[in-house]
């Protein structure tokens, strides 16, 4: 089993910057593929980004150029810095690890883009 802690949220004016952290439990972390999803209030949960446990990365398409998906095997960490943000982009930000038959998720952290 694979407990998650995300941080870094808050409140930031549109074109700022956050960077959200993602700690993770465990000695096996490194064989993860890790990674973000959001939800706004009344949609469903989506993708925002993700890194397999060999480094290959993906985004969506509304986060493309703005957001950067980062994990620190030594560390038992993966980070999400986020540019630019957009008023759209208020949501709660969860943490996923998953590999074939297993998915972890963390509690989500707030990050509120308005001014």
């Known amino acids: 089993q694979v407990q998650l802690v995300e941080s870094g949220g808050g409140l930031v004016q549109p074109g700022g910057s956050l960077r959200l952290s993602c700690a993770a439990s465990?000695?096996?972390?490194?064989?993860?593929?890790m990674g973000w999803y959001r939800q706004a209030p009344g949609k469903q949960r989506e993708l925002v980004a993700h890194i397999t446990n060999t480094g290959n990365t993906n985004y969506a398409d509304s986060v493309k150029g703005r957001f950067t998906i980062s994990r620190d095997n030594a560390k038992n960490t993966v980070h999400l810095q986020m540019n630019s943000l957009k008023p759209e982009d208020t949501a709660v930000y969860y943490c996923n690890a998953f590999l074939t038959l297993y998915n972890y998720w963390g509690q989500g952290t707030q990050v509120t883009v308005s001014s």
């Open positions: 465990g000695s096996s972390f490194s064989i993860y593929n």
